[in-house]
């Protein structure tokens, strides 16, 4: 049975389809490539103005949601994340909607309460179809109540197991974390293999998929790559004739590079392999990218600083979702200079922790880490969170612990009762769950601070960013839904000429205009005066800094 | 046998929507108009809509009440006749006197009319006279203790809650509720004083308080021939601090009982002796009971409810009487078809306790189609004085039954677009949504045991609030929110 997966069909339905797939289907990350690439600056309306062909295409799913970009989407772009969410819905009724979420992180950085978990998990599947959900320490524990929440709302439930390389990470280990998964999860998931670095060999990937499949033959896999070495196109074709079902994929005309390999190239070459891409329609893909090529040069003073391949990747691991954001405080901090060095410490470091898997929230870790060791000397300024860490916070380390002196110098860092690092350990030790929090009092709350009833959405983002959900909610009682303005708009610089005017349409399809009839100066305040939908309006703006 | 005219021109002795809404009907009737206006109006709409203006004086509001300076402006543009309208001078029975006097057409009731229906007292003995119930009152209280005296007496044989009001009271004002005893004593006090500092006379009386009645009131017609007709009810229950804010015709009462109304309402107009368009008030009580409250002498806000269920306009009607013309149509030819609601679109912050919202109007767009009628006197750009009242355009609806009545006024409200100053259309529109007003179950405490209507999220327009993201990237010359 060789059809496109819609979502007319049910779970049930789609995990058949997939298993008796001879094909292979494709998802479009989005918002990996937004994260990895362009700070995760793609606004709504470009997913909206691509959405058509994208719809066309006939992808398995589109992430357009978790990770990073939750907490962006409200910090830098002042869009709700539900709101894109419905967005991404009307824009592409058919095709099922794709979030990454961190486990007890969700969106976030820390371990949420159980019941936040739970309430945000269900909010967001009204929504998402396909609920990517990872570790970055691969502890099972951590992920079981968004396991059951998703599971519970009878979505497309992901589990992934975060993949690397190195001794430790054998196709036995792997393979006994997949049925550590299936244990509480059951067979009715699938299995994504999250090799968000990009790394290992197409053989080493090919050798993984069988070992998988000889262990749970029925088990569906999918394959999550970075393209940050250039060699993914090479990984999900060993992938996909090993026996993986779902590949993530970009759009071509996003070229990305920390981000996913681009679809069109993947096709042709599986082609040649007797591998066909199921319920794609290429043309579609082609016009997608067209699209793609002229919205990039709105982005392109987000994109990296360091643009093209990095193979060196293979030594200090980094997540492609994190690039962006590092090589940006790297810029702002004024040490880009010194990045050679610090990933060379960072590949250090990556051994000396556990080698465990640099993906959020581990990645920060070990770039905060990597970066004050070159700054300040070797841990001598350890951030809360690797103390938290090696305090085993987040989950046991998969495979070693950190060697006694650093365990020291972190442990012993700034500790004026003056205990010893294994006393620290012994009393402070292990994982710890946040209490729930009292979801009534938190909305009453949040309700007395808006002098308003707040939607359960509403709550959720304040629960998981206190501060910046707040902000947001303010932005937009001040502002309404900016997203509908053009992108080019939104990042606009060098302000407005008069008589300029700026054209878009509502949510609704109505036609809207604003045109900048005059701006005056007077001091610190400017005068502008509008022609809104026809009417005349005028604004005074205080200049602030 | 074809009339002759006695004016040719008219003045109008007010501003604001009830001036543009009088010198339509003039010009219909191709009479010329003059608009008046003080200087601290002088940007008012109404200006416009005359064929002439002549400003009264500085203001504000003192030159639209000096009869002598408004007659001295109808000499000055040469107009033979002036309308009133409402409030200002329109119920002064020395206005009235001052145009006759001048040799000026009054287009309303000969001063004793006005000055004997104005008496509260006497207009009571009228309609006792002319065999309508009345409400148990007192007559005028008389001062100090002996009127303390009386006031306890009444209060002893019909009980408590009793009205206070003040003999020269109106619109709402220089009426007061008492429950008790000390309520009562300490409350003529209060309203002598209040009605000698509105009114310049102080004498007040008691009224057996009818407790949730529904305020009704006929339109009536009266002309020199000695024709007087009624065209029909309005119901005016749901008012806000004795102040009328939804009004509609017909009253939704059984037919019988408004023809009782109508009847008597035309017994008091002609034991009056009245001329031209004015209005008999009563309440109903809950048990189907009715009294005589009030005439008014004047064309009312809401007389265009009438004229939405029977066609027929009131003002020229007015004119035309005014011009010794019979009323244009018997009573058989009056039919009310139909439901009209019209509700006051008024500067005002329902939330702030009807708080009055002065400012500029930035933008102003009306409904319009089926059904829908706006007497409005405002514009884009139009700042409003702070000196006058609030009342930004007058909404009036038909529809052929209720619901659909309710459901065009629903319409109408959401097709209103008024930016810069806060409106009465939020609350208008909870109203519209609350089931006792759908079902029609509603009277003068409506407002008072309705009272979560001012719990209503204040929206503003989507695109009022990206627009001021465009000034901002206008101003700082990049977007202050992407960074």
């Known amino acids: 049975m060789e059809a496109r997966i819609t979502t007319a069909m049910s779970t049930g339905e789609i995990l058949e389809v997939l298993r008796r797939a001879e094909g292979y289907y494709l998802c479009n990350?989005?918002?990996?490539?937004?994260?990895?690439?362009?700070?995760?600056?793609?606004?709504?309306?470009?997913?909206?103005?691509?959405?058509?062909?994208?719809?066309?295409?006939?992808?398995?799913?589109?992430?357009?949601?978790?990770?990073?970009?939750?907490?962006?989407?409200l910090m830098r772009k002042q869009v709700n994340p539900f709101e894109r969410l419905r967005i991404a819905r009307r824009a592409m009724p058919n095709t099922l909607l794709q979030a990454v979420c961190r486990g007890a992180s969700l969106f976030g950085y820390r371990h949420y309460p159980d019941n936040v978990i739970r309430s945000t998990v269900r909010e967001f599947a009204k929504y998402v179809n396909v609920w990517r959900v990872y570790d970055f320490l691969n502890h099972v524990p951590n992920m079981i109540p968004v396991f059951e929440e998703v599971q519970k709302t009878g979505q497309i439930l992901m589990p992934s197991i975060c993949f690397s390389t190195g001794k430790e990470h054998t196709d036995d280990y792997y393979v006994e974390k997949v049925k550590e998964v299936l244990d509480v999860t059951g067979p009715d998931v699938i299995i994504s293999i999250k090799n968000h670095s990009g790394l290992g060999t197409p053989k080493r990937i090919s050798s993984l998929v069988e070992a998988i499949h000889k262990s749970c033959p029925d088990i569906i896999l999918h394959y999550h790559g970075c393209n940050t070495d250039g060699n993914d196109i090479g990984r999900m074709i060993a992938a996909v004739t090993a026996g993986v079902k779902i590949c993530d994929v970009a759009d071509h005309g996003l070229g990305a590079v920390y981000g996913q390999a681009p679809a069109l190239t993947l096709i042709q070459t599986l082609e040649d392999y007797g591998k066909k891409a199921v319920g794609v329609d290429v043309e579609a893909l082609v016009k997608a990218s067209d699209v793609l090529r002229n919205e990039r040069r709105i982005y392109e003073p987000f994109e990296n600083v360091f643009r093209g391949h990095d193979p060196t990747v293979a030594s200090y691991k980094l997540t492609g979702g994190a690039a962006g954001s590092t090589f940006e405080q790297a810029d702002k901090g004024g040490f880009l200079d010194r990045?050679?060095?610090?990933?060379?410490?960072?590949?250090?470091?990556?051994?000396?922790?556990?080698?465990?898997?640099?993906?959020?929230?581990?990645?920060?870790?070990?770039?905060?880490?990597?970066?004050?060791?070159?700054?300040?000397?070797?841990?001598?300024?350890?951030?809360?969170?690797?103390?938290?860490?090696?305090?085993?916070?987040?989950?046991?380390?998969?495979?070693?612990?950190?060697?006694?002196?650093?365990?020291?110098?972190?442990?012993?860092?700034?500790?004026?009762?003056?205990?010893?690092?294994?006393?620290?350990?012994?009393?402070?030790?292990?994982?710890?769950?946040?209490?729930?929090?009292?979801?009534?009092?938190?909305?009453?709350?949040?309700?007395?601070?808006?002098?308003?009833?707040?939607?359960?959405?509403?709550?959720?983002?304040?629960?998981?960013?206190?501060?910046?959900?707040?902000?947001?909610?303010?932005?937009?009682?001040?502002?309404?839904?900016?997203w509908l303005l053009p992108p080019e708009v939104w990042f606009r610089h060098g302000g407005f000429e008069n008589g300029e005017r700026v054209t878009f349409q509502d949510e609704n399809g109505k036609p809207h205009s604003i045109e900048i009839i005059s701006t005056r100066r007077e001091g610190a305040t400017v005068i502008i005066s509008l022609m809104v939908d026809h009417a005349f309006h005028t604004q005074s703006v205080t200049l602030e800094g | 046998m074809e009339q002759q005219l006695m004016f040719e021109k008219i003045l109008v002795a007010n501003r604001g929507e009830i001036a543009v809404r009088i010198m339509r009907s003039a010009q219909e009737l191709d009479i010329k108009t003059v608009a008046i206006y003080e200087e601290t109006d002088k940007d008012a709409f109404h200006i416009t809509q005359g064929e002439e203006a002549i400003c009264v004086g500085p203001g504000p509001r003192k030159d639209y009440l000096n009869i002598d300076g408004i007659i001295e402006a109808a000499r000055k543009t040469g107009a033979q006749a002036i309308h009133p309208g409402y409030g200002f001078l329109a119920e002064n029975p020395d206005f009235s006197k001052a145009c006759?006097?001048?040799?000026?057409?009054?287009?309303?009731?000969?001063?004793?009319?006005?000055?004997?229906?104005?008496?509260?007292?006497?207009?009571?003995?009228?309609?006792?006279?002319?065999?309508?119930?009345?409400?148990?009152?007192?007559?005028?209280?008389?001062?100090?203790?002996?009127?303390?005296?009386?006031?306890?007496?009444?209060?002893?044989?019909?009980?408590?809650?009793?009205?206070?009001?003040?003999v020269s009271g109106g619109g709402g004002r220089g009426i007061r509720r008492v429950e008790d005893k000390k309520g009562l004593l300490d409350g003529i006090k209060r309203s002598r004083s209040e009605a000698m500092m509105s009114f310049g006379n102080d004498a007040v009386y008691l009224e057996k308080c009818i407790r949730r009645p529904q305020h009704v009131e006929v339109q009536i017609l009266a002309d020199h021939q000695g024709n007087v007709v009624h065209l029909g009810t309005r119901n005016c229950s749901i008012q806000r601090r004795h102040q009328k804010l939804i009004e509609m015709a017909p009253a939704g009462l059984k037919k019988e009982f408004a023809?009782?109304?109508?009847?008597?309402?035309?017994?008091?107009?002609?034991?009056?002796?009245?001329?031209?368009?004015?209005?008999?008030?009563?309440?109903?009580?809950?048990?189907?009971?009715?009294?005589?409250?009030?005439?008014?002498?004047?064309?009312?806000?809401?007389?265009?409810?009438?004229?939405?269920?029977?066609?027929?306009?009131?003002?020229?009607?007015?004119?035309?009487?005014?011009?010794?013309?019979?009323?244009?149509?018997?009573?058989?030819?009056?039919?009310?078809?139909?439901?009209?609601?019209?509700?006051?679109?008024?500067?005002?912050?329902?939330?702030?306790?009807?708080?009055?919202?002065?400012?500029?109007?930035?933008?102003?767009?009306?409904?319009?189609?089926?059904?829908?009628?706006?007497?409005?006197?405002?514009?884009?750009?139009?700042?409003?004085?702070?000196?006058?009242?609030?009342?930004?355009?007058?909404?009036?609806?038909?529809?052929?039954?209720?619901?659909?009545?309710?459901?065009?006024?629903?319409?109408?409200?959401?097709?209103?677009?008024?930016?810069?100053?806060?409106?009465?259309?939020?609350?208008?529109?909870?109203?519209?949504?609350?089931?006792?007003?759908?079902?029609?179950?509603?009277?003068?405490?409506?407002?008072?045991?309705?009272?979560?209507?001012?719990?209503?999220?204040?929206?503003?327009?989507?695109?009022?609030?990206?627009?001021?993201?465009?000034?901002?990237?206008?101003?700082?010359?990049?977007?202050?929110?992407?960074?």
């Open chain 1, 29 to 73: 990350n989005e918002r990996d490539v937004s994260q990895s690439d362009f700070k995760n600056r793609l606004m709504p309306m470009t997913t909206v103005r691509v959405a058509p062909y994208r719809e066309a295409a006939g992808f398995f799913s589109i992430e357009v949601s978790g990770g990073a970009s939750v907490h962006v989407d």
């Open chain 1, 339 to 482: 990045m050679p060095e610090i990933l060379d410490e960072m590949s250090r470091v990556q051994v000396e922790l556990g080698n465990w898997w640099s993906v959020t929230p581990g990645s920060q870790i070990l770039w905060t880490t990597a970066v004050n060791n070159v700054l300040y000397g070797r841990y001598e300024r350890p951030s809360l969170d690797l103390k938290n860490l090696i305090l085993g916070r987040y989950g046991p380390l998969p495979f070693y612990d950190p060697q006694e002196w650093i365990c020291k110098k972190v442990l012993e860092y700034q500790r004026a009762d003056g205990k010893k690092w294994h006393q620290v350990l012994a009393e402070e030790g292990g994982l710890v769950k946040p209490r729930d929090v009292d979801l009534d009092r938190e909305r009453e709350e949040l309700e007395k601070k808006f002098s308003r009833p707040v939607s359960t959405e509403d709550l959720v983002l304040y629960l998981l960013y206190p501060f910046d959900g707040i902000s947001f909610l303010k932005f937009e009682a001040q502002y309404g839904k900016t």
């Open chain 2, 259 to 483: 023809d009782r109304l109508c009847t008597s309402a035309v017994k008091v107009t002609k034991a009056a002796n009245y001329l031209s368009a004015g209005t008999v008030e009563f309440l109903v009580g809950a048990e189907g009971e009715f009294y005589f409250l009030e005439v008014n002498t004047r064309i009312q806000v809401e007389h265009t409810v009438t004229e939405m269920v029977t066609g027929i306009d009131l003002v020229r009607e007015q004119l035309l009487i005014a011009l010794g013309e019979p009323i244009s149509f018997t009573q058989q030819q009056v039919v009310e078809r139909g439901y009209a609601i019209e509700l006051r679109i008024n500067a005002e912050d329902p939330k702030n306790n009807f708080l009055a919202s002065p400012g500029k109007i930035q933008v102003y767009q009306g409904p319009g189609g089926h059904g829908v009628r706006l007497d409005g006197a405002i514009y884009q750009g139009y700042e409003i004085p702070r000196y006058y009242d609030s009342m930004l355009v007058k909404l009036t609806v038909y529809g052929y039954t209720w619901q659909e009545a309710v459901d065009r006024l629903a319409r109408a409200l959401k097709g209103f677009v008024i930016l810069g100053v806060k409106t009465t259309i939020p609350y208008f529109q909870q109203i519209l949504h609350e089931p006792d007003f759908i079902q029609m179950k509603f009277d003068t405490s409506y407002i008072d045991t309705h009272p979560h209507l001012v719990e209503y999220l204040e929206e503003e327009r989507e695109m009022e609030k990206i627009a001021r993201l465009i000034a901002e990237i206008s101003a700082y010359g990049f977007n202050p929110h992407a960074q």
């Open chain 2, 100 to 166: 006759t006097d001048a040799g000026l057409v009054f287009i309303g009731p000969p001063p004793e009319v006005i000055s004997n229906l104005g008496s509260k007292v006497i207009a009571r003995q009228i309609a006792i006279d002319a065999g309508i119930p009345v409400i148990p009152a007192t007559d005028n209280l008389s001062s100090e203790g002996q009127g303390e005296e009386e006031a306890l007496a009444f209060a002893a044989e019909n009980g408590y809650p009793i009205m206070i009001k003040a």
